[in-house]
């Protein structure tokens, strides 16, 4: 079998080449017959013998010119009464041309070899019925392997198309999947890193706060973490299985208790939160989720940019009115940043709004505070609300929220 591979690769290697032999040498051993089979070595003989070598030569060249090939062919069969190299001739140019310049040559081909018949005595009603097939036969051959050969190229370049597209949707879902992943960590872990964070800090800058507040603060710094794997375990376990549309299953559906909880986690870790929540439980899962990240992620902000900055929350909805999220903090006793910013998070929020075609706007107050305001259609198939995004780009460290 090994043997017979390098034949074949052999054999593909080297085939024009040896076609071209074969060719050649066919079409000289028939002129050679031809020219000697008059009994004698007339003008007349010697002239077919060096019309068939002329025609039988130009075959080497057939397919670079195979239109000039096939008219020195057919000028052979006119004069000299040569029908193989014309015949080879046409095979090559049904393969490679099936045009006009194909059936005129073909045309021509066919009055050759009647006119030279008929002039050599032949029966003229015989070959004007005999010549069609044996012109045709050569065209047919030619023409049936050119389309075909066509069809395998096609048939080969749309696979290779299908493969590269293949690659590439395989490589825009990886890429999805990545930002999708770096995303939902960001959205799960950032939060209560902050938490974590704050409670160190507190605990940095009150070195003489008593036994009992270190105990709480590390209370609460164990259960936060605890909490931070287990929403980590949870995410990288749903990610493993994932099969909703868009990773729906990654985010929670929340509730008015929902955003309580997580409003009394920013208490716990000293910052002074007010909320006004009225958010009602059939609120469409879309726009739940969206609230809640909304949320989170502002609270998360203040966490780090705003070093305990009093915060106000307002979550209004209704059906027909969609619903209305406001998180306001005042300016920063501060000026650094617990936590360093990645920038990723108002990018989120904002493709989150969008998702749901909601309105986000962003920017510092007039009293040096920060405000993040969203409306969200209650009908996440709503169609009409155009997503519209305003943002200000601050010089000092809340821009990097």
């Not at 040498?25 to 010697?46: C, M, N, P, R, Y």
């Not at 009055?111 to 008929?118: D, F, I, R």
């Not at 069609?132 to 696979?159: C, E, H, K, N």
């Not at 969609?322 to 920038?343: E, F, I, K, M, Q």
Request: hydrophobic share 45%; glycine share 10%; aromatic share 6%.
């Amino acid at each position: 079998m090994r043997r017979l591979r390098r034949w074949y690769a052999w054999w593909v290697r080297h085939a024009p080449r040896l076609r071209d032999i074969l060719y050649v040498g066919f079409s000289l051993l028939t002129i050679v017959a031809q020219a000697a089979s008059g009994g004698g070595w007339s003008a007349k003989d010697w002239y077919v013998l060096g019309a068939g070598v002329v025609a039988s030569v130009a075959l080497i060249w057939r397919r670079r010119f195979p239109v000039t090939v096939t008219a020195i062919s057919v000028v052979a069969m006119l004069t000299a009464g040569i029908f193989v190299p014309m015949g080879l001739a046409l095979l090559t140019l049904s393969i490679r041309r099936r045009d006009l310049a194909l059936a005129f040559l073909s045309l021509a081909a066919y009055g050759a070899y009647v006119l030279h018949t008929v002039s050599s005595g032949g029966a003229a009603w015989v070959t004007l019925f005999t010549a069609p097939f044996l012109v045709g036969t050569w065209v047919a051959i030619g023409a049936y392997i050119g389309a075909r050969r066509d069809l395998m190229a096609s048939l080969r370049d749309r696979a290779e198309r299908a493969e590269a597209e293949r690659e590439l949707r395989s490589e825009q879902a990886r890429l999805g999947e990545r930002a999708r992943i770096a995303q939902e960590m960001h959205d799960v872990l950032a939060h209560k890193v902050s938490l974590i964070a704050l409670h160190a800090g507190g605990l940095e800058v009150n070195p003489a706060v008593g036994a009992d507040k270190v105990e709480g603060s590390a209370r609460l710094i164990r259960e936060t973490a605890r909490q931070a794997m287990e929403d980590l375990r949870e995410v990288l376990g749903v990610l493993r299985t994932d099969v909703s549309v868009a990773g729906a299953d990654l985010a929670p559906v929340p509730q008015a208790a929902d955003l309580e909880r997580l409003i009394e986690a920013s208490r716990d870790a000293g910052v002074t939160v007010g909320y006004e929540l009225e958010l009602p439980n059939d609120v469409p899962d879309s726009v739940g989720r969206t609230v809640y990240r909304l949320v989170q992620e502002s609270l998360t902000n203040v966490h780090k940019h705003a070093r305990a900055a009093a915060t106000e929350v307002q979550v209004h909805g209704a059906r027909g009115e969609g619903v209305t999220v406001r998180v306001t903090n005042v300016r920063p006793v501060a000026a650094d940043s617990l936590l360093p910013g990645a920038g990723a998070g108002l990018v989120g929020l904002r493709e989150r709004v969008q998702l749901v075609g909601g309105r986000l706007t962003t920017g510092p107050t007039t009293e040096g505070g920060w405000r993040v305001e969203a409306w969200l259609p209650w009908d996440d198939h709503r169609q009409d609300a155009e997503p519209v995004f305003v943002d200000t780009v601050l010089d000092r460290k809340d821009g990097e929220r």
